[in-house]
């Protein structure tokens, strides 16, 4: 009985032990299960940052290809309206197939009418745009929704003394706020700065786009049901960053890139080409009498007294008449200033903008706008078809042609880059300046937060407009030392089919 006792307990504490042996091995199992696991989510999450960081760069290098492709059309574009609306060229825009996902971009920016609801595929002329570091003579109250308390704010945060203008606002404001600021008394360096300005706000610099896609989307247009606030009215309104910009200048350059000559500097020899006789004597007169002008255009039309070798008055003609003015433009200032900045470009400015210039009211605005339209694309390299076409007589042509230029160098747009099926994408709005030898990107900001700015095409083209696909670029050439604010793009990793449907803003 006890062997029986003491047999059936060894038998029983051996089942123990062995139910314990198999409790500890269960449990090592699930242990090394759970390392397992673990190892597996950090592998799968780690490859799948890899992944999402993988897509974002190459959505990213995929719209910094766009910036590429937009610098090079526009640096070479024959025709103004390539850069303007170019389907073609701009829209889904095929770059790499990395076996994975076909990549694309397309750049676009906001449609030149202001009632149209949609984007348009091109750039946009900055040199269109007031210039609001160099407009002191503007008047900046032809601009929608600018009314003086704001111009003159806006002057007095730029302008570098501290003299308060009647309705502006000085350091003095700024100081008094319950966060205190210093002023910039000096040129802006991006448009956002002017939201440190008394009175601009958000909804005013950049209205009612609230997802940056120049695109009437349903809830900027149903008031204030849903945000941003807007005014239900049909149209988009894209506040004055329409209209202003701070960095549009050009060098004073003739169409070949040479500097042009200063007629008030006599040490300046005349270009070696062949001129006028009348022409080359008037400026020798000028230059001989120290005789200043302020504006090439001084010379249409013109005639000077000087005297003659006897001390005669004898009143003598500049030999500057119309068929002259393209040449004399071209060819000719009068400043020394190799750079000049805030010219408002003839060729693309709108009426608001135009009629911010000083001599040109809406019925000028309109005949520019209506003459612009017909007149051929080699003619628009000066402004000589103003005065040729009987746009503007003599006077007003001398009056306006100091704040007007017929070229420009900075372009500002949007462009995403996108990968599919995997759905990803990156968005950055830039502005390149092209005035250099090369191109380079003066801004570029990434507001891919801001969703896929619309529905891709469903057949996106494979080949670009010359034939071959477009080119894929080590990004980082792009990426000069004139870049500002430059950051990676990821968007979103989600489900990309939902992702992009999500943000259809024509869905
Ligand atoms: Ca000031
Ligand atoms: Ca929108
Ligand atoms: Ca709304
Ligand atoms: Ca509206």
Known sequence: MKSFIAKGFSGAARRQREGFVLVAVLIVILLASMVAMSLL???????????ASAGGDQASAAAMSGIQEAMRLVK????????????RAFRDRFVFDDGVNRWYFSVYSAAAD???TEQRFGLTDEAGKVNINHAHQADLEKIP???????????????????????????????ALAQPYQIR???????????????????LLYGEDANMNFRLDPNEDDGPERQPPDNKDGRLNLGLSRYFTTCSYEFDNDRDGAPRTNINNPSVPLPGIELPPPLTNFIAMLRQAKLRINHVADLLEATGKFKDKAGKVVEIPSGVG?????????????TDDAQVAGLVNVNTASLNVLQTVPGIDAALGESIISGRRSIAVERRHTLAWLYQDKIVDAARFKVIAPHLTARGFQYSFRVVGYGMPSGRYCVLDVI???????????????????GMPFAVGENPTTVASNGRPARWRNVNALMCSRVRGARGCRGPSANPKSQIANQRSDA
């Open 76 to 87: 070479e574009a024959t025709e103004d309206a390539d850069w303007q609306d170019n389907p």
């Open 114 to 116: 202001e009632t149209s």
């Open 322 to 334: 119309a068929d002259e003015l393209p040449l004399v433009l071209d060819l000719f200032c009068a």
């Open 41 to 51: 989510f950090r592998v799968r999450a780690e490859q799948t940052a890899t992944n």
């Open 145 to 175: 929704q600018m009314t003086a308390p704001l111009a003159e704010a806006a002057r007095d945060f730029i302008d570098f003394d501290n003299l308060e203008r009647q309705e502006g606002a000085e350091q003095e404001y700024y100081s």
């Open 432 to 450: 390149i300046d092209i005035a250099g030898l090369e191109p380079v990107i003066l801004s570029l900001r990434d507001i891919t937060r801001k």
């Open 185 to 203: 008394n000096g040129p802006l360096v991006t448009l956002d700065e002017l939201l440190l300005v008394r009175g601009f706000t958000p909804l």
